[in-house]
């Protein structure tokens, strides 16, 4: 396992972006993907469709791609296509996976989105069941870590430990981790990137008081974020 320190300046963009994290997550997701086809593709947590833009840059072809997400708002606004099927549905609810494909030649991905399963077992156990290969990106509690230092605070996210043990229930995996850091101009900035890029998940709201005093103190000009990235061959189909 081998960790990648990448840094990115929050202002080096030319357009007013608050997920510049999760769009590097979603590229070196496909990067690692090997050139073939597939006949269907599954984005579990498809977002605004991050990893569907990266896909047709890569050497990479699907016949078809079944982009999941939970929220009606982001679906809109992820690239319509022949090829794209939306399904609004919740990764967390078992009904979402009674009616998706079941094929051993499935490939199932997965970039920033299940980090946020309420019940890592049950989501894992269902999509393994689906396709035999599965790559994913998953944000592990040391992201915002010195942020949840100095607030004394807990992370509302898994660490990599329990990924890693749950993952492998399901897979036969491999695991890297890489770091991030955002830096910004001001602290002010900073907290309104973690207001409105979604990475926080607002499970661990901080009063207006305890929000100034963490302005205060935190010492850093950046914010850490760690991704645990997966490969895996679901242990469901290995034997297919």
């Not at 990115?8 to 030319?14: L, T």
């Not at 890569?58 to 982001?74: C, G, I, N, V, Y």
């Not at 990764?91 to 980090?115: D, H, R, V, Y």
């Not at 602290?187 to 305890?210: D, H, N, P």
């Amino acid at each position: 396992m081998s960790t990648v320190i990448q840094e990115f300046s929050r202002f080096a963009h030319e357009y007013d972006t608050y997920n510049v994290i999760q769009a590097e997550v979603a590229k070196a997701l496909v990067e690692q993907l090997p050139p073939s086809h597939y006949t269907t593709i599954i984005d579990i947590g498809c977002g605004s469709g991050e990893v569907y833009k990266n896909l047709l840059n890569h050497d990479l072809s699907f016949d078809q791609l079944l982009a999941l997400d939970s929220s009606p708002e982001m679906l809109k606004i992820h690239p319509s296509s022949e090829k794209v099927k939306k399904i609004c549905a919740d990764f967390n609810k078992p009904g979402t996976f009674e009616n998706l494909s079941c094929s051993p030649g499935n490939l199932l991905l997965s970039s920033s989105a299940l980090q946020w399963s309420k019940d890592l077992d049950f989501t894992l156990s269902e999509i393994s069941k689906k396709a035999s290969h599965a790559y994913f990106a998953i944000f592990t509690s040391h992201t915002f870590k010195t942020l949840h230092e100095t607030a004394q605070i807990t992370s509302p996210i898994y660490p990599e430990s329990v990924l890693r043990e749950t993952i492998e229930k399901y897979y036969d995996a491999a695991f890297e981790v890489k770091k991030y850091k955002l830096h910004f101009e001001s602290v002010r900035e900073m907290f309104s990137y973690i207001k409105k890029s979604g990475v926080s998940g607002g499970e661990k709201q901080l009063t207006y008081k305890q929000t100034k005093e963490l302005m205060k103190h935190y010492p850093l000009d950046y914010l850490e974020f760690e991704v645990l990235f997966v490969k895996a061959t679901s242990l469901s189909h290995s034997s297919a």
